[in-house]
């Protein structure tokens, strides 16, 4: 049963840290593309940082120097480290891991991040 369970959300004040955690399960971790992507009450979607296989790494504009995304594929885990958190970075954080070979994707249920003081 394939599983992607965040954690690590939860509410913080501007200015704050947040480590986020994706613990993946049920298929072969290191061969997929992992993703931290976001969704604010009434916006769509966006995507926040991705790591390849090899470890290469993108960022969104507004989270380059602020967010830090990596993996641990002996872990079968990805984590997205977010420094200087602003009130505008409050959403549900999403994992990924998308293979475009096998043309699958999986996501988990989201965790809350809430930056307020």
């Known amino acids: 049963q394939v599983q992607l369970v965040e954690s690590g959300g939860g509410l913080v004040q501007p200015g704050g840290s947040l480590r986020l955690s994706c613990a993946a399960s049920g298929f072969t971790f290191s061969r997929y593309v992992m993703t931290w992507y976001r969704q604010a009450p009434g916006k769509e979607r966006e995507l926040v940082a991705a790591i390849t296989r090899a470890g290469s790494t993108n960022y969104a504009d507004s989270m380059k120097g602020r967010f830090t995304i990596s993996r641990d594929n002996a872990k079968n885990t990805v984590y997205l480290q977010m420094n200087s958190l602003k009130p505008e970075d409050t959403a549900v954080y999403y994992c990924?891991?998308?293979?475009?070979?096998?043309?699958?994707?999986?996501w988990g249920q989201g965790t809350q991040v809430t930056v307020s003081s």
């Open positions: 990924n891991a998308k293979n475009d070979v096998l043309r699958i994707n999986y």
